[in-house]
């Protein structure tokens, strides 16, 4: 199963990607893909020692495509490099079994860097090899953007969650997700409202998400415990009475159920 997991900034999409990643590799086999310019996913999951990204390593860039980011316009590289044993050999494992792998991809700087293309086609053909050709579950940390995946990627990947919290500002960044990600070819978008307060909030996104099309796959409560979590570098995985995570721990069962079923 390939999951993405996207939103607004700030609105806690990476610590829904990174809580997902640890809940389901306590079952299956999991890739963690940070592919957010802020990188944070590591962090989340209480992993804070440096890890390179790939759009950073110009001498395996050059030596996969034939050219390194910052080359000359027009000059000539692989458009399909070599990239599967990449995955493997890149990724940090989160825990001593490696259920668990997380891979950093980093973001293409795209002033004074000349042709960016050799790093960008670099990103997107590991992503490629991620989603449809291995079998294990991957799940995206994406920006609001989701500028790495084409449409070939797109329309491997199971299920698009947009994350969204009460405001209109966070439901407008979801309409727009929403027409991109069926632009180019995701046919299931759902949501998780996060940050709930109240009745009255769930009920206000749930209608207007209704009013997008967007089934929403669960919420999670507002949590002091994901703040903590945050202050401490600690996954959220660690506080088990949080009611955050148990929320996080049932929409996993919904996302399980959800694939099944289809």
Not at 14 to 35: E, M, R, W
Not at 126 to 138: A, C, G, H, Q, T
Not at 153 to 159: F, R
Request: one cysteine or more; a negative charge; proline letters at 4%.
């Amino acid at each position: 199963m390939k999951i993405a997991v996207t939103g607004k900034g700030g609105v806690g999409k990476t610590t829904l990607a990174g809580t997902l990643a640890v809940i389901l590799s306590q079952k299956y086999k999991v890739y963690a893909i940070d592919a957010d310019p802020d990188m944070n996913l590591a962090g989340s999951l209480g992993i804070h020692k440096p890890i390179s990204p790939i759009s950073k390593m110009k001498d395996l860039i050059k030596e996969r495509t034939g050219a390194e980011p910052g080359s000359s316009f027009g000059e000539v590289f692989k458009i399909n490099p070599t990239i599967s044993d990449l995955p493997d050999s890149l990724s940090t494992d989160y825990d001593a079994e490696g259920n668990l792998k997380i891979l950093v991809m980093g973001t293409v700087d795209k002033g004074g860097e000349g042709c960016v293309c050799p790093a960008s086609v670099m990103l997107k053909a590991i992503l490629r090899n991620l989603i449809i050709k291995k079998d294990e579950i991957v799940i995206l940390d994406m920006e609001a953007g989701i500028e790495h995946l084409g449409r070939r990627t797109a329309e491997a990947v199971d299920v698009m969650i947009i994350v969204v919290e009460p405001g209109l500002k966070s439901l407008e960044t979801a309409s727009r997700i929403k027409k991109l990600a069926t632009d180019i070819g995701i046919r299931n978008v759902v949501a998780v409202i996060n940050k709930v307060s109240s009745k009255t909030e769930e009920k206000f996104v749930q209608e207007k998400l209704g009013e997008m099309g967007v089934e929403v796959l669960g919420s999670i409560s507002r949590d002091d415990l994901v703040v903590r979590a945050d202050m401490e570098g600690l996954p959220l995985t660690d506080y088990p009475d949080s009611v955050a995570l148990q929320s996080i721990e049932k929409i996993a069962g919904n996302i399980i159920l959800k694939e099944n079923v289809s």
